[in-house]
């Protein structure tokens, strides 16, 4: 179980190095850190990678809950507002830088 947790860091720092290096000055724009979801979990999230097919700017991130297994979701996505209990809300909120 240790040598997989040690390969997972190890992944999460390559990712982040590399949405680092791959992103456009708009994706830097979008702040790494710890999110919390209109819904009430938080999030961590590493970094803006890009699809190898579309080009489409990809949020990777990490719930700071469970498993913390690596999600992506489209930035667009990511960075809109949702209407929740009739309020409009952003979908995920900036806490804190880490």
């Known amino acids: 179980m240790a040598t ?3 390969q997972h860091a190890r992944v999460l720092r390559k ?3 590399r949405a ?6 708009e994706s830097r724009l979008m702040q790494t850190g710890r999110y919390r979801h209109y819904k009430g979990n938080e ?4 970094g803006v990678a890009r699809h ?3 080009d ?5 991130y990490q719930p700071c ?5 690596l999600w992506v979701r489209p930035k667009e996505m990511f ?3 949702v209407t929740s209990n009739g309020v409009t809300v952003p979908r995920f909120a900036f806490l804190s830088p880490q």
Do not use: F, H, K
């Open 4 to 6: 997989v947790a040690r």
């Open 15 to 17: 990712l982040s190095a």
């Open 20 to 25: 680092q290096s791959y992103t456009t000055p």
């Open 43 to 46: 999030y961590l999230v590493i």
């Open 52 to 54: 190898s097919e579309t």
């Open 56 to 60: 489409e700017e990809l949020v990777v």
């Open 65 to 69: 809950y469970g498993n913390r297994g």
């Open 79 to 81: 960075l809109e507002t």
